[in-house]
């Protein structure tokens, strides 16, 4: 009978962890404060994307604002305001799924020469995850160079 005990308080601890687990990321996808919280951990790992939090949760869908990435090669892309929404269901196969993306405008800014030469050849991008989007909408796409 004495083994049991400790048995019986090892599978609670477990249960008690696993459910906080979940709830903590039940939280974090359907809350705003969670969402927010979950996005700069996001951005705190990639350090190139700046954006404003404005709207919604990461399960309905999240709009940002003041969004900027740059990438490797100088360019930046901007948009005033983004709104997705994802499938939180893809996950478990390394992926993110977009369902819809939206945008009134887009803007490319190509810094360098050797992008401006060539401006429509694009570069295989090397993401830890597969990247699948359904919908996406950009109304106004624009895209400077220094020449322009």
Known sequence: MSNTRPAMLTFRVILWCTLLIVVCAIWGLSTERGSRFILDRINQTAGNI????????????????????????????????????????????????????????????????SVIRNPIKLKRVSLPVDLIAKKLRIDNLTIKSPFS
């Open 50 to 113: 700046q954006y404003e939090y404005s709207t919604g949760n990461l399960i309905t869908g999240v709009s940002l604002k003041n969004l900027s990435w740059k990438l490797k090669n100088d360019t930046t892309i901007e948009s005033p305001e983004l709104t997705i929404s994802w499938d939180p269901r893809c996950w478990r196969g390394r992926k993110i799924c977009i369902k819809q993306g939206y945008t009134n405008e887009l803007v490319i800014n190509l810094v360098r020469p």
